[in-house]
């Protein structure tokens, strides 16, 4: 079952403390040896989330790498984000929500047509999150290609024995947070998920507080 | 589980295993992969020949079907919410999408070196390098690598997570068929599955054979396996303006 683990780091101390929205974007650069906190401040948000390698970009976070190189489809404490290289870019030292997703990527707004109707091209998705941060931000010298397949912090994802898998009821709460060392000098964007399809943001999308620590 | 009778081969060809391949199905098309060896995986990644920059999205066909693995009667999504190929019959009833490929330093530290130099064919070839070589050729590189599927092979979770892989899940004449709704580039590898727990490194070979299929009738299994695919066929259908 999950662990909770806590962290010791003081906010006040807190080089970056921000706010992002509910259905906004946000990226930032975390240098090698900080420490990063995403707190789900009212419960049950998905924050979709990419890192690359900052100093070279087509180094980034591979969901399949993460899971094959733990053997386990789940994030939480001591997960260690691997990239297609195969290096950590981060791992994760403190968890007091116990379980995050890698498999359900992020919401596009062609993928809602499938999912849940036609008409439901024109909401906003986390996909144009990313593409509009990727597209404002040129010094990044990303656009859709560089899209990977994400981290869903906070969203419960469960697969069964026989290959099921559903979208459930998040197992976050107000408060709940994850934290993580930076490895190496990584590029973060996030979507903080604006989906009002299903409960991964419990059909409310609320705002999370982001942290950096020297 | 149909086969091909009667309708016109249009090219076959036998993969070593270890080795890599890469080419266009048009829309239309349907390709049998054949496990020739008990044990076979075959690393697979789709993108739309037209327009390369659409992908096959692991998530997006996951989420869409409520799945984990693959089979018969599912499909493969793009990111743009279009059906790239069908899945119109797997003998074995299993094949994994969220492990990834074989690298270069996995099969180092699972298997030692195997250089060219001493071995010559017989070296290790990681699915990775594959993609890599093969993707090259299309003006496609690391960027443009997501999460692929490994036909054949087969990884269940327990209620915790944790990974279990299915040694042998193939056996020799196993097969996979795939219906290319789109215009796909295919890249494939015949490397080893990531997890695989043969102590030696023993690729199988994989037949490949392409013949005509045509139209997706009304009534077809993988449209209608969900209210989610019928959608992803009406998206590809409004790409090809059909």
């Known amino acids: ?214 | 589980m149909q086969r091909d009778t009667g309708a016109q081969l249009l090219w076959d060809e036998t993969m070593p295993g270890g080795t890599q391949w890469s080419g266009v199905l048009r829309r239309g098309v349907t390709l049998r992969l054949e496990a020739l060896l008990a044990g076979a995986n075959a690393s697979a990644l789709f993108y739309n020949y037209d327009d390369k920059i659409e992908r096959y999205n692991m998530p997006d066909t996951l989420k869409a079907q409520h799945t984990a693995f693959l089979t018969a009667g599912h499909v493969c999504y793009s990111d743009m919410g279009r059906v790239l190929c069908s899945i119109t019959a797997d003998s074995a009833g299993w094949n994994d999408t969220f492990c990834g490929a074989s690298d270069d330093a996995l099969l180092l530290k699972k298997y030692g070196v195997k250089r060219f130099q001493e071995h010559r064919n017989a070296m290790h070839r990681s699915a990775r390098e594959g993609f890599l070589k093969e993707l090259s050729k299309w003006g496609l590189g690391t960027r443009d690598i997501g999460a692929n599927i490994n036909f054949f092979s087969k990884v269940t979770a327990n209620a915790n997570g944790a990974l279990t892989f299915h040694p042998e899940h193939a056996h020799a004449g196993d097969f996979v068929e795939l219906r290319f709704e789109m215009n796909v580039l295919m890249v494939l590898s015949t490397s080893v599955h990531p997890l695989d727990s043969t102590p030696t490194f023993a690729p199988k070979p994989v037949r490949l054979a392409a013949w005509r299929s045509g139209v997706v009738p009304a009534d077809d299994r993988c449209r209608n396996s969900c209210a989610e695919n019928q959608r992803g066929f009406v998206n590809t259908e409004r790409y090809f303006g059909a």
Not at chain 1, 24 to 37: L, M, V, Y
Not at chain 1, 51 to 66: G, I, L, P, Q, W
Not at chain 1, 83 to 91: P, Q, W
């Open chain 1, 1 to 214: 079952m999950p662990e909770f683990v806590q962290s010791k780091l003081d906010p006040a101390a807190a080089l970056i403390d921000e706010i992002c929205a509910a259905g906004e974007p946000w990226s930032r650069t975390i240098r090698c040896g900080q420490t990063f906190r995403i707190l789900d401040l009212e419960g049950n948000q998905a924050v979709d989330t990419l890192f690359y390698n900052a100093n070279d970009t087509e180094e980034r976070y591979s969901a399949v790498d993460t899971i094959r190189h733990q053997s386990n489809l789940y994030l939480s404490t001591g997960t260690q984000l691997i990239s297609n290289d195969g290096n950590a870019l981060l791992t994760i030292v403190a968890d007091t929500c116990g379980r995050h997703d890698t498999l359900g990527g992020a919401c596009a707004t062609e993928s809602n047509t499938v999912r849940y109707a036609m008409e439901k091209r024109f909401m906003h998705a986390c996909r144009d999150n990313f593409c509009a941060e990727l597209a404002h931000h040129p010094e990044y010298g990303m656009d859709k290609r560089d899209i990977a397949h994400n981290i869903n912090f906070f969203m419960n994802v469960p697969v069964t024995a026989s290959g099921g898998l559903t979208f459930q009821d998040g197992i976050s709460a107000p408060g709940k947070y994850v934290e993580m060392r930076a490895e190496m000098d990584v590029l973060c964007v996030i979507s903080n998920c604006p989906q009002l399809n299903n409960p991964c943001n419990a059909y409310n999308p609320t705002p999370i507080r982001l942290l950096i620590w020297d």
